[in-house]
Antibody, heavy 115, light 110 residues
Framework: EVQLVESGGGLVQPGGSLRLSCAASGFTFNNYWMHWLRQAPGKGLVWVSG????????SYADSVKGRFTFSRDNAKDTLYLQMSSLRAEDTAVYYC????????WGQGTLVTVSS | QSVLTQPPSASGTPGQRVTISCAGS????????VNWYQQLPGTAPKLLMHINNQRPSGVPDRFSGSKSGTSASLAISGLQSEDEADYYC???????????FGGGTKLTVL
């Protein structure tokens, strides 16, 4: 059974940094593109970033480009989202999901950016 | 404002058929596949339909998808109370080089 478990969310001040993790199991991790998506409170889904199977290629939404870095450790079957220069508008539940069609999602981790 | 346009709400009574639309452009729906996601209250989204009209294992055949030009739609027949959820369409956008979503449609079963 495919499982994705996010962690690392919490409260951070504007301008601060946070690193999210997503532990994967139940499938051959390095065969898949993986993605981060987010959902602000009461709002819709937004794609944040994607990474290919060996970690050599990443893509980002314009809203996070230059501030967020997506990486993966295939030896640990784990994804990482390093977020810096955080803004209030980054407040959201962050989900990791399996590509190419987001067929499996984690339960999400809440990031709150507030002073 | 989302790149893909969905009606904010839809409703129907048990047993009815409802359709949710998703309008895009030539750079997204017009040239790429459309996926649909169901999000039950308080839960993570779930893939409901992919490659325009393919149901993942476990999704009832009451759900169907279609695409024409730069628009897509999700149809739910034999509406049930457990279908009450938010529904989102998504597609890759060649101009933005990223995935884009609709704003979501809240389905209410009356």
């Amino acid at each position: 059974e495919v499982q994705l478990v996010e962690s690392g969310g919490g409260l951070v001040q504007p301008g601060g940094s946070l690193r999210l993790s997503c532990a994967a199991s139940g499938f051959t991790f390095n065969n898949y593109w993986m993605h981060w998506l987010r959902q602000a409170p009461g709002k819709g889904l937004v794609w944040v970033s994607g990474i290919n199977g060996d970690g050599s290629s990443t893509s980002y939404a314009d809203s996070v480009k230059g501030r967020f870095t997506f990486s993966r450790d295939n030896a640990k079957d784990t994804l990482y989202l390093q977020m810096s220069s955080l803004r209030a508008e980054d407040t959201a539940v962050y989900y990791c999901a399996r590509g190419p069609v987001f067929d499996s999602w984690g339960q999400g981790t809440l990031v709150t950016v507030s002073s | 404002q989302s790149v893909l346009t969905q009606p904010p709400s839809a409703s129907g009574t048990p047993g009815q058929r409802v359709t949710i639309s998703c309008a895009g452009s030539s750079s997204n729906i017009g040239s790429n596949i459309v996926n649909w996601y169901q999000q039950l209250p308080g839960t993570a989204p779930k893939l409901l339909m992919h490659i325009n009209n393919q149901r993942p294992s476990g999704v009832p055949d009451r759900f169907s998808g279609s695409k024409s030009g730069t628009s897509a739609s999700l149809a739910i027949s034999g509406l049930q109370s457990e279908d009450e959820a938010d529904y989102y369409c998504a597609a890759w956008d060649d101009s933005l080089n990223g995935w884009v979503f609709g704003g979501g449609t809240k389905l209410t079963v009356l």
